[in-house]
């Protein structure tokens, strides 16, 4: 269904073929939309380019969120490039590989900051710029994710659980001030999902996916092509009352008590 035809996406934090964000592309592109992406580096434009351009991407281009200057020069290539956009996708996150070590208590200042910043900040600082670019008559859509951590303590996530719930308010503070300009503001809660930065930076990622299978309503875990689903229904005109919500795609971890 092409749901999305002629509506220009970015999205953010595309790094493999096992992204949350390479999920949501693929939905995005089946349903029509035109995509740009970002990559983080010469080794991620790597990986990044080939994926892109499997799916006609009109713009591939080097961001770091934590440069403002960055950020600036992305989306004056965006603005350049097709006037302006529909859809923001921000699939972004950071911290210390220590900082989610040891114990939350001794997570140093300076962790602290760059979690934060890179986490929860550049969704702040790109939905500015992408607001800019979005055409105040038909409105747009900014999409971040977020995990369960953020609500409750799950060993491990520490800072990052912190800097998801300052994702999580910031969606709602977004959406009031974009709602005016039909700018609508989500947030997904993914359970947990085997990419680079969860297996990779999350200690002990392997009991997050086991307590999904034995324990989540479904009892199975989720996919980034479950993501991508719900961020295409979200982008779409079908979703044009709904704003400054987290939605869950935890096949129902998150209403278990126990
Ligand atoms: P991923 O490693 O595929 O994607 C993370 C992306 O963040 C990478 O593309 C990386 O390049 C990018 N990034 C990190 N620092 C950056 C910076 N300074 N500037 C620009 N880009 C930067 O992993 P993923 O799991 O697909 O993560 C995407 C989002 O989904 C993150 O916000 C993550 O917290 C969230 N999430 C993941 C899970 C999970 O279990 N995988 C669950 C819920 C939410």
């Known amino acids: 269904m092409n749901t999305l035809s002629g509506k220009r996406a970015v999205i953010l934090g595309l790094a493999n073929e ?8 693929q939905a995005l592109h089946e349903a029509g939309a035109k995509l740009a992406f970002n990559y983080l580096g010469d080794a991620l434009e790597k990986r990044v380019r080939p994926l892109a351009e499997s799916l006609k991407a009109d713009i591939i281009a080097p961001l770091d969120v934590s440069s403002d200057e960055q950020i600036e020069s992305f989306f004056s290539k965006v603005k350049n490039t097709w006037g302006g956009i529909d ?4 699939s972004v996150a ?9 114990r939350f208590v001794d997570t140093p200042r300076a962790g602290f900051k760059l979690a934060l910043d890179v986490s929860a900040y550049s969704l702040i600082a790109t939905s500015r710029e ?4 979005m055409d105040p008559a038909k ?26 719930a300052a994702l999580e308010t910031s969606v709602k503070y977004l959406a009031n001030d974009l709602g005016p300009q039909k700018i609508r503001v989500h947030a997904i809660s ?9 297996a990779g930076g999350v200690p002990n990622f392997r009991d997050f996916l086991s307590t999904v299978e034995e324990k989540a309503p479904m009892r199975e875990n989720v996919s980034p092509e479950d993501v991508g689903s719900l961020v295409a229904f979200l982008c779409d005109d079908r979703a044009a009352r709904m704003t400054g919500s987290v939605l869950y795609v935890d096949s129902g971890y998150h209403i278990m008590g126990a």
């Open 18 to 25: 096992r992204s949350i964000a390479w999920g949501i592309a």
């Open 87 to 90: 859809i923001l996708i921000h």
């Open 94 to 102: 950071f911290a210390n590989k220590e900082d989610l070590q040891g």
């Open 139 to 164: 409105g747009g859509t900014i999409v971040t994710l977020t995990y369960y951590g953020s609500e409750k303590v799950m060993p491990g996530y520490n800072v990052m659980g912190v800097a998801k």
């Open 190 to 198: 993914a359970g947990p999902i085997k990419t680079l930065a969860a």
């Open 130 to 133: 992408a607001a800019k670019l």
